[in-house]
């Protein structure tokens, strides 16, 4: 028992050798017989231990394996030296991998051969997985388009080729080097402590290029275990285009695409600094609105395309105008407010160099503008307001630069307005019309008033004008010079047309279903309205409705709307005469029909306008006009109607001069139909 504890017995040794997770055997290197086999050898053969021993390796492991085994065993015994080799085996239908040692026992010439077989099977796998992922890693690396790098405490193990490509580098020039020596040094303080806090995460900062140049980029930074070692994986993102994007978006979204000039949302920024730097002493600025006066016809005539050349030009030659004012340490800036809208602020020391500054504006306009081969004189209407006076906040100022700017246009347009109060009464009540005119005929608040054309003793009745007039109840009534031009100029104009003609001719069929079969009136007319496409039908339309002819119905149009050799206006004027309508031209004289033009127009009525009536017979130019006016018409088979006949001195005078129709208060004011039924039926029982 003391011998067993102290010392260890072979049958313990043997018990041992059973329980190592290895098959253990040992020949007889002369007769290959086994003269020891470990239980998981013979459980190769399929054996107990005792029943191996005394067999030969081929009895217990079979032929095939010690075909395999015996090359090995004959170099163990020729050589003397241990051989080690792995190699697959395939039991029970799985692929298994084993070591297998062969050790000679015995000298000079063995004569044992110890038999050492492991199960590998396990390492193998560990091995093939650890030379996989590697393997993929690289891959990765040089398929990945981001620069990816690998440090180990701040030192470069590992880079790809995007990194290299985009820092300028080769492999060697940057593995072993510093990870820090590629970041530019402003850079450094943060990358430090990034890389000494060792946390995961990502951040926008800039790299160094070989050339010295920083390149924006985004660090991803992760820790990873690989190979045994704390590795820090970089993966570097180029931001260079992606911030170029950001800054052509930016730019996008503050400047308009034709012209490039800033837009409206950069206006405004634009204005509140302007608005900012003035500060608490709120020393001025002016904001000049500037619209193009010819571009609507450009467009019009030339198309679209050459419309943006012409915008883009005089873009072109405001720029310059600013960009040569600028080192006057006055900075004027110009952005584009829409349409053929521009707007310039401007920071000048007094009035009198703010007058200088529009002036030159102006003169900018002087030049002709090159489009193509092309050159156009194009000028603007400049409306000007200024900080804090016309107003203190970026949309007062351009609403009220713009109202100025409306000014400068119904002055003949060409011309700068600075804002006054007086405008921006003129544009409220502008406003207040444009809110009040829509509603207005459902309302019914539009009524038509009638004005007789006599023959010149004032005892026949030639036609009847229709006068438009707006009951706005408490504000009273609107003359149409007040809020015609506003219908015209937001397309109103055409439905308030329409009832008009159509009120006209409820009266008129009123009149002759009365008794007075030879009723005629006469419509004024304004220039939208008679050039929208479908006039000619609509008024056909209107008669039709109301049982009317031609005959009845008078349109009085003006010089200005016959304008022009338009052959879609030649052919509505055509077909107006051939149903019967007549055709007048209001305000005679104050435009310049072309005489050859009148004489191909199928107008019947010239009516003489009122300022030379007015100073007949005191004025003897006036006396010379509407003497020629009158022969003009006669010569050319039309009636000459004098409007405004007043006093009867004009009267007289007209009608020394041949003028044989008359219209005015002297004979009756514009009436409302039932009025102007009472004035009719006492000139009949006269
Ligand atoms: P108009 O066609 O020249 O009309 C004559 C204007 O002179 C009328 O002004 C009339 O009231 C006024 N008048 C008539 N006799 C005399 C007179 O002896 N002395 C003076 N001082 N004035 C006289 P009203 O009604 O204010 O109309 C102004 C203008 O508005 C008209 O000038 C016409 O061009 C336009 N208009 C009137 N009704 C309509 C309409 O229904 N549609 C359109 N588009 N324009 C209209
Ligand atoms: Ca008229
Ligand atoms: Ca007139």
Redesign the pocket.
């Known amino acids: 028992m003391p011998a067993s504890s102290s010392t260890l017995s072979l049958e313990d040794l043997m018990r041992l050798m059973d329980e190592v997770p290895v098959m253990l055997a040992c020949f007889d290197a002369a007769t290959h017989r086994c003269l020891y086999a470990n239980v998981h050898y013979a459980r190769l053969g399929g054996l107990a231990p005792e029943q191996a021993v005394g067999r030969t390796a081929e009895e217990i492991i079979g032929q095939e394996a010690t075909e395999r085994i015996r090359p090995a065993v004959e170099r163990v015994l020729a050589e003397r030296t241990t051989v080690t080799y792995s190699r697959s085996i395939d039991t029970d239908g799985q692929r298994r991998w084993i070591e297998v040692s062969l050790v000679p026992w015995g000298a000079p010439q063995p004569e044992r051969l110890f038999v050492m077989i492991t199960d590998i099977t396990k390492h193998r796998a560990a091995e093939l997985a650890s030379k996989q992922s590697s393997d993929r890693l690289a891959k990765f690396m040089a398929a990945s388009v981001e620069g990816i790098a690998f440090h180990v405490g701040g030192v470069i193990t590992d880079v790809n080729p995007p990194l290299l490509r985009l820092l300028g580098y080769d492999n060697d020039q940057m593995t072993g080097r510093r990870t820090i020596d590629f970041v530019p040094p402003s850079e450094h303080a943060r990358v430090r402590q990034v890389m000494s806090s060792g946390a995961e995460l990502s951040y926008e900062s800039l790299a160094l290029h070989r050339d010295g140049h920083a390149i924006p980029v985004e660090y991803i930074v992760r820790d990873m275990d690989w190979a045994g070692q704390r590795q820090r994986m970089i993966v570097v993102r180029d931001l260079t285009e992606s911030r170029a994007a950001q800054d052509r978006i930016r730019f996008l979204a503050v400047h308009d695409a034709l012209t490039g000039l800033p837009n409206r949302v950069h206006l405004d920024e634009h204005l509140c600094e302007m608005i900012d730097m003035s500060g608490p002493e709120r020393t001025p600025f002016a904001v000049l609105f500037l619209d193009l006066d010819q571009l609507k016809r450009v467009n019009d005539s030339l198309g679209h395309a050459s419309g943006d050349e012409v915008l883009i030009a005089v873009a072109e030659k405001l720029s310059a105008f600013c960009a040569a004012r600028s080192p006057l340490d006055r900075e004027a800036w110009l952005a584009r407010h829409g349409g053929d809208e521009f707007v310039m602020t401007y920071r000048a020391a007094d009035h009198a160099q703010l007058v200088d500054f529009v002036d030159s504006v102006r003169r900018v306009f002087e030049t002709p503008t090159q489009v193509g081969t092309r050159s156009f004189r194009v000028t603007a209407s400049i409306g000007v307001a200024i900080y804090p006076e016309d107003g203190e906040t970026p949309s007062q100022l351009l609403k009220n630069a713009d109202a100025a700017m409306y000014l400068a246009k119904t002055a003949g347009r060409d011309a700068a307005r600075y804002f006054d109060r007086a405008i921006a009464r003129a544009a409220d009540h502008a406003l207040m019309i444009e809110e009040a005119l829509g509603p207005a005929i459902e309302k019914g608040e539009f009524e038509?008033?009638f004005?007789p054309e006599l023959s010149a003793d004032g005892k026949r009745l030639v036609c009847v004008?229709?006068?438009?007039?707006w009951n706005r109840g408490d504000l009273g009534v609107l003359?149409?010079?007040e809020f015609?031009p506003v219908a015209?100029s937001l397309h109103q104009?055409v439905p308030?047309?329409q009832w008009?003609l159509d009120s006209?001719m409820t009266q008129l069929a009123r009149w002759r279903a009365n008794g007075w079969h030879d009723a005629r009136v006469a419509?004024?007319?304004?220039s939208n309205?008679f050039r929208s496409p479908d006039f000619v039908d609509s008024v056909l339309a209107a008669l039709q409705r109301h049982g009317l002819t031609g005959a009845s119905l008078e349109l009085?149009l003006?010089e200005r709307m016959l304008m022009g050799n338009d052959p879609a206006m030649q052919l509505a004027l055509t077909r107006l005469r051939d149903a019967g309508i007549t055709l007048a031209i209001?305000?005679f004289g104050t435009g310049f029909s072309s005489l050859s033009r009148l004489r191909t127009l199928p107008v019947e009525t010239l009516?003489i306008?009122?300022s030379f009536v007015?100073e007949l017979p005191a004025s003897a130019s006036s006396v010379a006009i509407v003497n020629t006016i009158i022969e003009l018409a006669h010569g050319l088979a039309m009636t000459a109607v004098a409007?405004?006949?007043?006093t009867t001195e004009q009267r007289q005078c007209l009608e020394s001069l041949g003028c044989r129709v008359m219209?005015?208060?002297?004979f009756a004011?514009?009436m409302p139909a039932a009025e102007f039924d009472r004035w009719l039926q006492t000139l009949l029982g006269r």
Not at 465 to 469: I, Y
Not at 643 to 646: F, I, L, R
């Open positions: 038509l008033y004005q004008e229709a006068l438009l007039r003359t149409p010079d015609i015209e104009i308030l047309g008009v006209a419509v004024n007319l304004s309205q009085e003006t209001d305000d009516k306008d009122q007015r409007e405004g006949v007043e219209q005015g208060f002297l004011r514009p």
